[in-house]
């Protein structure tokens, strides 16, 4: 596994300021001294980020707390996906390590858990690692361009998903932030299931692997780019009209409120608002998003 340099510890930025009331108890021996008041101070974020190429996925974790270790599932030694944070500042805060079998996963951990100098690691991508586990099961190469249900058993397809659990639980479970980065894919088309059903969008990994990792994520969202636009006024008729016109620039942007189509969550107290866009998506403002009063 390649070597990843060790960095002195920075300290980590809290996700949450709320602090609930402490409760005199008894200590009654057992299970009974378990018994606590619900608290999530200091819980770290645990966010799925999916989206179609070169929509603002890398730029968005790369504002998350430093130091970072990305863990590259490309299988390349020199991962243009990184090109868009090639500053002094971002080289100065981030680490890489490009993983060559789905088995070093354990090995990463290990190294994080020992060290504790990363405040967020990243899986870029999900995608990636799991044609990375195809591979290794199906014993082959190359992944086709295109998949097809031949390819695999369904006892493989089946092998397969309870890998890439086990691979995306341990990195969940690290006592940093972590980002689970996907593509995107659109599920229950008419092509895949023959007749008109519900469709939606996703991270593109197998339907049981997004059953799974969509309940253990805290936060999931979609990144897009949609035309900028901003309000003019003019006058009609003795009459002042607002409208939004284009301005020919492009907004990287964040879905993060429920939606019919695309998954998004945020686990927030029911009535606290999720914006439905988030405009040049942070760090900073996800956690705004998440630690409003």
């Known amino acids: 596994m390649p070597k990843i340099t060790k960095r002195k510890v920075i300290k980590k930025t809290p996700t949450t300021k709320k602090t609930l009331p402490k409760r005199k108890r008894t200590t009654k021996g057992g299970i009974a001294d378990r018994i606590r008041p619900i608290s999530f101070e200091g819980r770290k974020l645990k966010i799925n980020l999916y989206g179609r190429s070169a929509t603002g996925k890398t730029t968005l974790w790369g504002s998350f707390p430093k130091p970072i270790l990305a863990i590259i599932c490309s299988g390349t030694e020199d991962p243009g996906e990184l090109l868009s944070l090639n500053t002094p500042v971002m080289r100065e805060g981030i680490d890489q390590v490009v993983l060559e079998k789905s088995s070093e996963i354990p090995e990463i951990i290990e190294v994080v858990e020992s060290g504790g100098e990363y405040?967020?690691?990243?899986l870029d991508h999900a995608t990636d690692l799991q044609n990375m586990v195809l591979k290794e099961v199906l014993g082959i190469e190359k992944v086709p361009e295109q998949l097809s249900w031949g390819l695999a058993t369904q006892?493989?397809?089946?092998?397969?998903?309870?890998?890439?659990?086990?691979?995306?639980?341990?990195?969940?479970?690290?006592?940093?932030?972590?980002v689970i980065v996907a593509q995107e894919r659109e599920f229950n088309t008419t092509e895949e299931s023959g007749s008109v059903v519900m469709p939606y969008v996703a991270s593109a990994l197998s339907p049981s692997v997004v059953g799974w990792l969509n309940p253990a994520c805290d936060y999931i969202c979609e990144t897009f780019?949609?035309?900028?636009?901003?309000?003019?006024?003019?006058?009609?008729?003795?009459?002042?009209?607002?409208?939004?016109?284009?301005?020919?620039?492009?907004?990287?942007?964040?879905?993060?409120?429920?939606?019919?189509?695309?998954?998004?969550?945020f686990r927030l107290p029911k009535g606290q608002p999720v914006p439905d866009v988030i405009v040049d998506p942070t760090y900073n403002k996800i956690l705004d998003v998440v630690n409003q009063p």
């Open 119 to 122: 405040a967020t690691v990243v």
């Open 225 to 265: 780019m949609r035309p900028e636009t901003k309000m003019q006024s003019s006058n009609i008729g003795g009459k002042r009209v607002d409208r939004e016109v284009p301005t020919g620039r492009i907004e990287y942007c964040l879905r993060t409120a429920p939606d019919a189509v695309y998954t998004t969550k």
């Open 155 to 178: 006892q493989q397809y089946g092998q397969i998903a309870l890998q890439m659990k086990e691979r995306l639980r341990s990195v969940l479970e690290l006592p940093t932030h972590v």
